[in-house]
C-alpha cells in the first residue's frame, strides 16, 4: 500500500506500518486505521439506516451505496483539508506536546487529545497541590 500510494515518506503511515506487528492477525492485510471491527460495522449500519428507508432493487441499491460512498469521501476529503489548513488553538499556547498534537492530529482527534492532556495536566497540579498542603 505504502509504494502503490507513494507513501514511503509520509512519516504518519511509516509509523503505522512499522506497528504492523501489535496488528490482530486477522487484519494485518487490511487497513483499519485503528477501529475495530465492530466499529467499522455499527457506523456504516448507521450511515446506511439513515439513507435507506424504503426497500430497494438491486441496482438501485448499488446507485445508492455509490452516492454513500462519494460523500463518504467527500467529506473525508474535507475534513482533512480543513485539518492541514488550520491548527486548533491550543489549551496552553507555547506547550510543545501540544503545537505537535495540533499539527499532527485532525481536529476532531486533537480535541480528544487536548481532553485527556487536561484531565492530566488537572490530576497532576492537584496532586502537586495535596503533597505541598502536607
Given amino acids: 500500500m505504502l509504494c502503490d500510494y507513494h507513501l514511503e515518506d509520509n512519516e504518519w503511515m511509516l509509523n503505522l ?7 490482530a ?5 487490511s487497513f483499519t486505521a485503528d477501529m475495530n471491527s465492530t466499529q467499522r460495522s455499527e457506523g456504516m449500519n448507521n450511515v446506511f439506516k439513515k439513507r ?7 441496482s ?15 467529506n473525508e476529503l474535507d475534513k482533512d483539508f480543513e485539518s492541514h489548513r488550520k491548527s486548533p488553538v491550543t489549551y496552553i499556547p507555547n ?17 480528544e487529545f487536548e ?3 487536561k484531565d492530566n495536566f488537572y490530576s497532576l497540579v492537584n496532586c502537586y497541590t495535596l503533597m505541598g498542603q502536607s
Fill in 17 to 23: 506500518y512499522n506497528l504492523r506487528t501489535k496488528w
Fill in 25 to 29: 492477525v486477522v487484519y494485518r492485510d
Fill in 52 to 58: 435507506f428507508r424504503r426497500k430497494l432493487g438491486i
Fill in 60 to 74: 438501485e441499491l448499488l446507485v445508492e451505496c455509490d452516492k454513500v460512498s462519494s460523500s463518504l469521501r467527500k
Fill in 95 to 111: 506547550c510543545p506536546l501540544l503545537k505537535t498534537a495540533a499539527e499532527s492530529y485532525t481536529g476532531r482527534m486533537y480535541k
Fill in 115 to 117: 481532553e485527556e492532556f
